[in-house]
Nanobody, 126 residues
Framework: QVQLVESGGGLVQVGGSLRLSCAASGRTFTNYAMAWFRQAPGKEREFVAANSWSTSDTYYGDSVKGRFTISRDNAKNTVALQMNSLKPDDTAVYYC???????????????????WGQGTQVTVSS
């Protein structure tokens, strides 16, 4: 049973920073792609960032490029999302997602991830 648990969300002012963390359990995640998505009220779920199973490739949504950084620690089965220069539009519930190397498809496609965390709220105040 794969479990993903996010933490680190909260309230931050415009221009501030937050670091989200996702702890994975139930598998050895070395060969898993890990990703972050977010969903704001009334909007569709949006791709934020992904890290391929090889750890050498990272992908970002256009709206967060240059501000957010995804990283992972395979020894600890964790993936982090460092968020800098936060804007009100970054307000959303952030979800961690995972898929094994058996799954294919674009890293930005939420339908290609079978495992999801419960989400953590990030609120950016102006």
């Amino acid at each position: 049973q794969v479990q993903l648990v996010e933490s680190g969300g909260g309230l931050v002012q415009v221009g501030g920073s937050l670091r989200l963390s996702c702890a994975a359990s139930g598998r050895t995640f070395t060969n898993y792609a890990m990703a972050w998505f977010r969903q704001a009220p009334g909007k569709e779920r949006e791709f934020v960032a992904a890290n391929s199973w090889s750890t050498s490739d990272t992908y970002y949504g256009d709206s967060v490029k240059g501000r957010f950084t995804i990283s992972r620690d395979n020894a600890k089965n964790t993936v982090a999302l460092q968020m800098n220069s936060l804007k009100p539009d970054d307000t959303a519930v952030y979800y961690c997602a995972a898929r094994s190397s058996r799954f294919s498809g674009r890293y930005s496609s939420d339908g290609s991830y079978p495992y999801w965390g419960q989400g953590t709220q990030v609120t950016v105040s102006s």
